[in-house]
T-cell receptor, first 111, second 113 residues
Framework: QKEVEQDPGPLSVPEGAIVSLNCTYSNSAFQYFMWYRQYSRKGPELLMYTYSSGNKEDGRFTAQVDKSSKYISLFIRDSQPSDSATYLCAMSTNTGNQFYFGTGTSLTVIP | DTAVSQTPKYLVTQMGNDKSIKCEQNLGHDTMYWYKQDSKKFLKIMFSYNNKELIINETVPNRFSPKSPDKAHLNLHINSLELGDSAVYFC????????????FGSGTQLSVL
């Protein structure tokens, strides 16, 4: 079993829709949770960063962490065509510089 | 200014050749990494260096050899390239510590013919 599971999609939504992206994980030692956005032919860029359980909001983006269920989500409100990208979740523990990635979800927002 | 920069962006070469990819970061970070991303977008850690010292060395063929001349640079040399080495290679960096964020370069698309 992989440490981090993520549905690869592809996911296609109309402009303005609410998008929900999810990851599950098996290692209860994960404390830090990240979402990266990767445009085609570009490097992943850090979108959201959260510690432990709870919610974090930044503009149209909300990250949620439910450690009891080992489940994290990224919500995108009022999705735009410019949100079309691959979204990768990543996690780390508090014991060193080791990051564990999901396989990424490909999102297309249709104008 | 690009925070993590790597060159070249594209690398097309024949099987059996030796090639290098260079990476530099100007973020003042202590730790640098090489990741390999396959065609399905999965990011796999290859190596991690902290202050020029190798700290993570995943199961990677020994044809791959990282070199860190200083903490701002981490190069990747690949000997005897094989078809299966074709992928996108990303350099990344972070501060030392367990709560730090990872920053990526723009990637090197390696195609082995």
């Amino acid at each position: 079993q992989k440490e981090v599971e993520q549905d690869p999609g592809p996911l296609s939504v109309p402009e303005g829709a609410i998008v929900s992206l999810n990851c599950t994980y098996s290692n209860s030692a994960f404390q830090y949770f990240m979402w990266y956005r990767q445009y085609s032919r570009k490097g992943p860029e850090l979108l959201m960063y959260t510690y432990s359980s709870g919610n974090k909001e930044d503009g149209r983006f909300t990250a949620q962490v439910d450690k009891s269920s080992k489940y994290i989500s990224l919500f995108i409100r009022d999705s735009q065509p410019s949100d079309s990208a691959t979204y990768l979740c990543a996690m780390s523990t508090n014991t060193g510089n080791q990051f564990y990635f999901g396989t990424g979800t490909s999102l297309t927002v249709i104008p | 200014d690009t925070a993590v920069s790597q060159t070249p962006k594209y690398l097309v070469t024949q099987m059996g050749n030796d090639k290098s990819i260079k990476c530099e970061q100007n973020l003042g970070h202590d730790t640098m990494y090489w990741y390999k991303q396959d065609s399905k977008k999965f990011l796999k850690i290859m190596f991690s260096y902290n202050n020029k010292e190798l700290i993570i060395n995943e199961t990677v063929p020994n044809r791959f050899s990282p070199k860190s001349p200083d903490k701002a640079h981490l190069n990747l040399h690949i000997n005897s390239l094989e078809l299966g080495d074709s992928a996108v290679y990303f350099c990344a960096s972070s501060r030392q510590g367990w709560s730090e964020k990872l920053f990526f370069g723009s990637g090197t698309q390696l195609s082995v013919l």
